[in-house]
């Protein structure tokens, strides 16, 4: 099992990830690309690459066949699959082994026995390991799972049976939304794992998502690494995980490793694996299923081991012994790591496309960023939002939240919306800080009226103000700015953040300003500069900022708070609305997937009109107001941007 050039059938950070292992055991790297990934960081970090073509993921990197392709033309003798795509495809496995090349991951029988969750539930059941109550049956028509799901009982999740990542997946607590539930997960399901095959699954109420990292190799040795608590999630996609758990102790750490382990065992298992649990509060845990692949989150299990898992990914591949026996594992300290999506915590946690125009992650004693970013990343609407993970280790917890915090603040993202701002947040919520959150965290702290969407304070309009203000003044002689043929004045700088607009009188020599916003004045000081960094002072306290002026606008980011603020002081006062126009528009670039409407239509508020495909997820674009379709703007299968027109809609009658 000797091989010296990995193909990397992969993208983003995950494939930068593995090149550094890689490069540091002796192994040449070939990356593969989308035409959207042409010149992307991960394809200069390989020795070699190699186009596939197309942009979306079915004609480009779940196209086995141009993987296949790829790895011939390159002289490439094993494949690393990463994570997601094709990593728990059976068929891609066995492919690689039919073509002579060395799969970096288990055997296809083992994917095969757990890449289906109705599979692999049935098989754990038959094992005697503890599972969620719920149907995985043959008989996928909507009238069995309709009865199957009122049969288990309400709150219920509709899961897919392939895949994973939170796609497929939908949580039920009224009957009335069973149907379309099961449709909008069979959809997704479909478009991202080519089956729509789903499962019912009893929602286990304020229970943690605990999962155990595992490895074998080919010599029978199959151990676990401890676990990592995964609860904190959004739309069913983890957003913070940490090493070790915070619930759970000695005795019951090696409970659920003894039943990882065993499931690895049934299933001649060799590589790394996860086996992810549902964890009650009373100490109870029940399977949910086994990731036959290297985790996002398996950079907590490193820093708290000490061990490199795609180091060992390549030496389990070329047939060498696990390099540690279970009593050998030793757990040091804490680590938790967030991820940086591009996405509007306050607008549903919508993902967002765009260009990152400045890229900085944070450095320093145990942290670490794993991305795949540079300045001017396109982040596209054909691949998942997730621009970095980032991560941080202390001797014990808290330690480690601070320094995750404090490192999320020294992360330079300007340019598309993110949810770091949301994650500096949850991070210092009492009940994280505490250890305390389950599955329900997010759902049960940051209610509609906790995510309203932040504004502008009085502290971020006046340094923009001031800034404007020194950038309009470079245009002209300085000592020019805010003159009159009497006494210099306050110059008014009116600006627009989003859709919220501030009115500002600025004073200033270029280096010193005062600036009045909602009648109270500050004086600012702008001290240096270096790159993105400002260091200012505010009445007299120092600090340092981010600032970068891209497209017109002013991208500027106080604490971890973000805003592109535009000039708008010669604008034309504009008519507000919009909202109420009867226009519905895309949200984000995307592909129409279906359209339920036609012209003429009556629609009632609320109703799904339009379904919108992007960044891997499905999206119901529904009309704000009753009405009658005036037109369709669009058809099934085209590729929209942010902001087309989808949908109009006359108002209705007496409306």
Known sequence: ???????????????????????????????????????????????????????????????????????????????????????????????????????????????????????????????????????????????????????????????????????????????????????????????????????????????????????????????????????????????????????????????????????????????????????????????????????????????????????????????????????????????????????????????????????????????????????GQAISAFYDPMIAKVIAHGATRAEAVRKLARALEQTVVLGPTTNRHFLLRMLRHPVFAAGEATTAFIGQHFDTQALTPPSPTDLHWALAAALVFRRSAASVAPMLAGWRNSNPVATTVRLSAGEARQEALVEGDGTRFTVQVGGRASAIEIDAEADVWLRIAIDGVQRRVQALWADGRLLLDLDGLSFAFADVTHEPAQARGGAADGVLRAPMDGRIVSIRVGAGDAVEKGQTLVVLEAMKMQHQIRAASAGTVAAVSVREGEQVSGRAILVTLAPAAGG
């Open 1 to 375: 099992m000797s091989f010296t050039k990995i193909l990397i059938a992969n993208r983003g950070e995950i494939a930068c990830r593995v090149a550094r292992t890689a490069h540091a055991l002796g192994y040449r790297t070939v990356a593969v690309f989308s035409d959207a990934d042409a010149g992307a960081p991960h394809v200069l970090a390989c020795d070699e690459a190699v186009a596939l073509g197309g942009t979306l993921v079915g004609e480009s990197y779940l196209d086995a066949e141009k993987q296949l392709a790829a790895a011939h033309a390159s002289g490439a003798d094993a494949v690393h699959p990463g994570y997601g795509f094709l990593s728990e495809n059976a068929g891609f496995a066995q492919a690689c082994a039919d073509a002579g090349l060395v799969f970096i991951g288990p055997p296809p029988q083992a994917i095969d026995a757990m890449g289906n969750k109705a599979a692999a539930k049935r098989r754990m059941i038959e094992a005697g390991v503890p599972c969620v109550p719920g149907y995985q049956g043959a008989d996928q028509s909507d009238s069995t799972l309709i009865a199957e799901a009122t049969k288990i009982g309400l709150p219920v999740m509709v899961k897919a049976a392939a895949g994973g990542g939170g796609r497929g997946m939908r949580l039920v607590t009224d009957a009335g939304e069973l149907a379309e539930a099961i449709a909008g997960a069979r959809n997704e399901a479909q478009n991202a794992f080519g089956s729509g095959e789903l499962i019912l699954e009893k929602a286990v109420v304020d229970a943690r998502h605990v999962e155990i990292q595992v490895f074998a190799d080919s010599h029978g040795n199959v151990i676990h690494l401890g676990e990592r608590d995964c609860s904190v999630q959004r739309r069913h996609q983890k957003v913070i995980e940490e090493a070790p758990s915070p619930a759970v102790y000695g005795a019951l750490r090696q409970r659920m490793g003894a039943a990882a382990v065993a499931a690895a065992r049934a299933i001649g298992y060799r590589g790394a694996g996860t086996v992810e649990f549902l964890l009650g509060g009373d100490g109870a845990f029940y399977f949910l299923e086994m990731n036959t692949r290297l985790q996002v989150e398996h950079p907590v299990t490193e820093m708290i081991t000490g061990q490199d898992l795609v180091a060992w990914q390549l030496r389990v591949a070329s047939g060498d012994p696990l390099p540690l026996a279970q009593e050998d594992v030793k757990l040091d300290g804490h680590a938790i790591e967030v991820r940086l999506y591009a996405e509007d915590p306050y607008a549903g946690f919508l993902p967002q496309t765009g260009t990152v125009a400045a890229w900085r992650p944070a450095g320093g004693p145990g942290l670490r960023t794993d991305h795949g970013m540079r300045d």
